[in-house]
């Protein structure tokens, strides 16, 4: 308990004057769920689970010159186990933009992650093989953060393109040890309703086709892996879609993975899964959530099949 006011107060200190020169502001989400039913290897699931619960600070500074700098740190919040202090590491990130574009450095997500990401409706829910991150069908690379990143993303090229380049520097880059650099670049056309993209990671050789669809309450989906999870002969497809009718909305996914050399277990096991859920909103920044999901998967012990109810609070 100790250690949990400590680091409040730490973090606290250091908001307060950020507070006072810049646009900032703090945020974050309590997500959680309850897993009712279900089994997965063979083994029953139930109790209370994180689904990615977090807590951010994130703010701009004023315009000069027609340039603004930005800043972004998030950590995770452990609502489930108290280990600890209850704070994990997500992401910090902080840059400038302009007319130019943005350039940012730090600890981040890729381009890769978040054109996956932004297709999946069920993203840091129950759904899938975890109770977090990705839904069964994106491979483990729509999930995480790059370390030592550089990275630049243009402004609006011909009023529908922009590109993008992250480049990775590690200066340990002993094969194997997660130290190689490497680079995503990418393009994403987005216009009346339509975002396609296109990302690569070097050194992994994964490339990601994506496409989105949005017209009234209705959006659409798919994303397609080559070397998904960055294991060579391995693909990934995840087609999803939802619906909203006022403060309800439906939503369903389905996908596939398949190749040689997959892990047993997690996000690159091969197989097929799907899920159907429900997000209610019942105030402006609460919404509750039923979700079934099943993974018919080779390995076993990646077997899940389970039905849950879930709270997200956001602040």
């Known amino acids: 308990m100790k250690k949990i006011l400590l680091s409040a107060a730490i973090a606290a200190s250091f908001m307060a004057p950020m507070a006072a020169m810049a646009d900032t502001k703090v945020y974050g989400a309590i997500r959680t769920s309850a897993l009712i039913a279900g089994e997965q290897g063979g083994a029953d699931l139930g109790g209370l689970v ?22 972004n740190v998030q950590g995770g919040l452990d609502t489930d186990t108290g280990g600890g202090t209850g704070f994990t590491s997500r992401f910090a990130m902080a840059g400038v933009k ?63 393109f922009t590109i993008n380049l992250v480049a990775v520097l590690n200066k340990d880059d002993t094969p194997g040890a997660g130290g190689d650099n490497l680079f995503n670049p990418g393009v994403t056309y987005s216009s009346n309703g339509i975002t396609a993209a296109v990302q690569h990671i070097t050194e992994l050789e994964a490339t ?22 960055g294991i060579d002969g391995a693909d990934a497809v995840y087609l999803a879609g939802s619906y909203k009718m ?56 990646a077997d899940r099949d389970q039905f849950s109810v879930g709270l997200i609070q956001k602040f």
């Open 98 to 160: 302009g007319g130019f574009g943005t350039v940012l450095v730090g600890r981040a997500s890729s381009p890769y992650k978040m054109a996956g990401l932004k297709l999946d409706p069920f993203y840091d829910t129950s759904a899938g093989t975890k109770n977090g991150g990705s839904n069964f069908g994106l491979s483990s690379l729509t999930n995480g953060w790059l370390n030592n990143v550089v990275g630049y993303v243009s402004p609006k090229l011909g009023g529908a």
């Open 208 to 229: 990601r086709l994506s496409l989105g669809y949005k017209a009234g309450p209705m959006s659409a989906g798919v994303s397609y892996e080559d070397n998904a999870g």
């Open 246 to 301: 006022g403060k309800s909305t439906l939503a369903a996914s389905y996908g596939e993975i398949d190749g040689t050399g997959l892990g047993a277990t997690g996000f690159n096991t091969q197989g097929t899964g799907f899920s159907l859920g429900l997000f209610q909103k019942i105030a402006p920044k609460t919404t509750v959530t039923a979700i079934y999901s099943d993974v018919d998967a080779d390995a076993n012990s």
């Open 50 to 71: 994180n689904n990615a619960s977090r807590l951010g600070v994130k703010g701009s500074y004023g315009d000069e010159g027609g340039l603004t700098g930005f800043f």
